[in-house]
């Protein structure tokens, strides 16, 4: 395939940045918490993502930034920004939308959170009674795991770990007169806010801290305090080319990341002194455009804790996961390698489909199923406590061969990831970690079974996690089947992974960075010689790619009609006059998170999924040409996300 030519003109009118664009897509959540007709714990839990989405966004994305400007990089992203532009409009960008949150949370969340019940109080409301209840939580509680670290002489800065919250203390000396400075950290396996004895009322632990300082400092005078937090670098960098051993050498780069990482971000009280502020910049190593202030609490991301009241009448009503129909069984479990060898294939749609029922009970049949040989497996992210991994654990216990792909670099769950892959290990599972200078992100397993004389390959293909946590709120699709020619696919994809493999081509599955991008891009120019008559839909998480882009715009200038569905990063310019005129970009934000990916070569169930994903107007926000995010107007009334929800109950009544 020849290389698409590369564009002369301004890349700015080719494309969209792509870290102000991932900024849009916070900004189209921060929506959700402001929506008045959701219910409020909801809105809660939409304001604590959006914190939390910062923080991750400053922890990669702007540490990455920092790094390039320090490193003296001056080359230009695709819609032609400099490293140090970039920063400049995140800062411009992130003072709004954090405001905004403030703004929300003061006056309209907290507000009908009261009138529910739900207070959240500070210390100096509190009556005499609870007075004696914070006295005696902190005595008990909160003191014992307390550690003031001063700052003088013979101490110095103590190390700030990443997204701790923190109070800056100043105390004096009375008989010297001597300030001196000291750092307390909240005890993080404390309730960040601490439930009063009526449970309905919360009041921040940092305060009920600050009520008692004079129980730290003895002797001496508070002169202030206030609440700081740190967001560090927490991108994972490891030289795997250098590395002999890849999981010594994630543990280690972790260790470096917890003891020294670049601060990037502090977050401050708006009613900081300039001499805390100073002292903290100086030691931190930061300046003035990396400093946020806020009037509200920090850390709006450990409003998660509230989320967890049992107060249904405050939430979404419950949705529980149907099995498909086929996967129905009076007598119990069905078998599950009979339905796919003689019914054929099952596509499942998370959350709508249950995952336990289909995903894990495809795992857990093969670790009973005494014909099953062999069971091997990608493990990106996993929950906590799940049942595929003690499948798993069982299989290889009971003899059978079991191979495990751990990816180590997974963001965020790299420590959980080394200790599963310690765990599968004792079992007696061969842990691998994948293809040197890759990240293996494929959702795959595969399962040899003895049948007759021969054996059978059966597979699953997804696009989600095998986490059952995460199943229940992200949207996402998988392939349960035994065709042959898949199974042979993903045997040789495992081949790939696990041991030495030149393989390029496979007989329909399209992986990366082998063929993916080159197999996609013949596809849309497939279209683009039908003329008017073509048609593509894409499903995608985000559109970065430049080449994919850029074919995209040739087939719109052939009169290809395209409508893509892009939920989060969206770098294509849409209804640019003799560029993309006849692409339309769509983003969904609901309750679920849409994660699936669809490309072009679609069948029944994936052709309705895309219908109703470009026929909504209720959860839809559509892109302009000038970048800009805009909500399309309800008119119809279709929820693509409640219609999907009636349509698997429909589904799983069929008869099978």
């Known amino acids: 395939m020849e290389p698409l030519p590369a ?34 714990l909801e809105r809660l839990k939409f304001i604590a993502i959006c914190s939390q989405s910062l923080d991750e966004f400053f922890q990669i994305r702007v540490s990455g930034l920092l790094d390039q400007v320090e490193a003296g990089v001056t080359a230009t992203t695709p819609d032609g920004m400099r490293p140090e532009e970039q920063l400049a409009e995140i800062r411009v960008r992130v003072l709004a939308t954090t405001a905004r949150i403030d703004r929300s949370f003061a006056d309209e969340i907290r507000p009908a959170l009261e009138k529910e019940g739900i207070r959240l109080v500070d210390t100096e409301d509190l009556t005499d009674e609870d007075r004696g209840w914070s006295t005696e939580s902190f005595v008990e509680r909160i003191f014992p795991v307390l550690t003031p670290l001063a700052v003088d002489p013979a101490h110095p800065f103590p190390y700030i770990s990443n997204l701790s919250l923190n109070l800056a203390v100043l105390v004096r000396d009375p008989v010297t007169g001597v300030r001196r400075f000291a750092r307390l950290k909240m005890p993080p396996l404390l309730p960040r806010f601490l439930p009063l004895p009526d449970g309905e009322r919360f009041v921040p632990i940092e305060q009920v801290v600050a009520d008692h300082l004079d129980r730290l ?95 249904p009448d405050l939430k979404e009503p419950p949705w529980t996961p149907v099995t498909p129909s086929r996967l129905v069984s009076e007598d119990g479990p069905p078998d599950i390698f009979r339905v796919l060898r003689e ?12 995952f336990s029922s289909s995903v894990e009970a495809f795992v857990e049949a093969a670790a009973h199923d005494p014909d099953v040989q062999a069971i091997k497996q990608t493990l990106y992210r996993t929950s906590a406590d799940t049942p595929i991994v003690r499948a798993l654990i069982r299989a290889a216990e009971s003899g059978k061969q079991v191979v495990a792909l ?46 007759g004389t021969g054996i059978r390959r059966y597979a699953h293909l997804g696009t989600g996690n095998y986490n059952s946590d995460t199943a229940r709120i992200y949207e996402d699709l998988g392939l349960l089947t035994a065709d042959q020619q898949l199974g042979n696919d993903v045997a040789d994809l495992f081949n790939l992974l696990t041991g030495y493999s030149r393989q390029r081509g496979y007989g329909r599955l399209l992986v990366a960075p082998i063929a993916l991008r080159s197999q996609i891009i013949e596809l849309i120019r497939q279209q683009m010689a039908a003329g008017e008559e073509g048609r593509i839909a894409l499903k995608l998480n985000s559109l970065v790619d430049p080449q994919t882009i850029e074919a995209l715009y040739e ?64 959860l839809s926000w559509e892109l302009d040409a000038e970048g800009s995010w805009s909500k399309v107007p309800t008119e119809q009334g279709v929820n693509v996300q409640e219609t999907m929800m009636t349509r698997a109950i429909a589904r799983a009544r069929e008869p099978r």
């Open 7 to 40: 564009t002369t003109e301004d890349p700015a009118t080719h494309y969209l940045n792509r870290e102000l664009s991932w900024l849009d897509f916070n900004e189209r959540v921060l929506t959700l918490a402001e929506d008045p007709d959701r219910p409020i």
């Open 217 to 311: 400092f003895p002797g001496m005078e508070i002169v202030t305090h206030h609440v700081f937090r740190v967001t560090r670098d927490a991108d994972l960098e490891v030289e795997e080319d250098e590395a002999e051993d890849l999981l010594a050498a994630v543990e280690l780069v972790l260790s470096r990341r917890r003891r020294g990482a670049m601060s990037v971000r502090l977050e401050i009280e708006r009613s900081m002194t300039a001499e805390v502020r100073s002292l903290l910049m100086r030691e931190l190593e930061l300046n003035l455009e990396q400093i946020y202030e806020t009037e509200g609490p920090l850390d709006l991301g450990a409003l998660t804790g509230l989320i967890a009241l049992e107060r």
């Open 343 to 354: 019914g054929g294939d099952i596509l499942v749609h998370h959350p709508y489909d249950s």
């Open 406 to 451: 751990v990816e180590l670099q997974a963001r965020f769950d790299e420590q959980a990831n080394i200790t599963w892959a310690r765990t599968l290990e004792q079992a007696g599972v061969h842990v691998v970690y994948g293809v040197v200078g890759l990240k293996t992100h494929a959702k795959v397993c595969l399962v040899v079974r003895r049948e």
């Open 555 to 618: 087939a719109s200038s052939a009169g290809v009609r395209i409508n893509l569905a892009v939920r989060g990063i969206c770098c294509l310019r849409p209804k640019v006059p003799g560029l993309s005129e006849t692409i339309r970009v769509r983003s969904i934000v609901g309750r679920f998170l849409e994660h699936s990916r669809i490309y072009p070569a679609l069948r029944e169930r994936l052709d309705e999924i895309l219908e109703v994903t470009f026929a909504d107007d209720v």
